[in-house]
């Protein structure tokens, strides 16, 4: 069993005059369907304690990260979760629309605290505000956002595991994707997503070549698997 994740680099971020830290972490990224969701969870990071039983949501089962919720909720000085939805993954791209559910949580986050700064899983910074190359970059970012995240952002590999505030961040945002997909089921129960979530089982992809694709389906991607010649990379990502 993996090691439960930690505050410690958390703390270490003391030292450089950040108390307040977001952790934050998306689900969704690999779906064939559904919005990528991002999480993010606010400790104060010279007073707050460990949480016992969070871990990286994909970690725990269904039953457990239910049950986390409320209890990371009353834990946390302040939370939020943004969605990005298909047809704006197919309209700007997967990572813009990572950044563009990003500032949605950010921005929900600025209801009862501004974080001094951010741990994001990975090793790319998808959630800071990007420098317009054109107008025309400008104008295909769409809608203008409430907030956007403006504090330093530190990525961390493999931060899921190790920094419980984003296990916690995890888990919130996979809990209400999966809720979202649940819902979604109903008004499309060919596609299995009660079960799959929207990510790309064999069943799921099946069902796309029976019934073709729905209204949320990432319709730039390569829903049924075949083989395409211009495949993109966000589209191989699905995959």
Known sequence: MSKSPTLRYERSLLSSGHRLIAGCDEVGRGALAGPVSVGMVVIDASAVRSLKGVRDSKLLSAVDRVALVPKIQRWAISYGVGHAGAEEIDDVGLMAALRRA?????????????????????????????????????????????????????????????????????????????????????EYPAYGWEMNKGYAT??????????????????????????????????????
Request: one cysteine or more; charged letters at 20%; hydrophobic letters at 40%.
């Open 202 to 239: 064999a069943a799921h992809r099946k069902a796309i070549q029976e019934h073709g694709p729905a209204l949320v389906h990432r319709r730039s991607w390569n829903l049924t698997g075949a083989p395409r010649i211009d495949a993109s990379s966000s589209e191989m990502m699905g995959l």
């Open 102 to 186: 990003g500032n949605r949580a950010w921005a929900e986050l600025q209801l009862h605290a501004r974080p001094d700064a951010v741990v994001l899983d990975g090793n790319h910074d998808w959630l800071s505000v990007q420098p317009q190359g054109s107008l025309f970059e400008a104008e295909s970012a769409g809608d203008c956002e409430p907030a956007e995240c403006n504090a330093p952002v530190y990525t961390k590999i493999k931060a899921d595991l190790q920094c419980l505030s984003v296990a916690a961040a995890s888990v919130l945002a996979k809990v209400e994707r999966d809720t979202h997909m649940a819902e979604l089921a109903v």
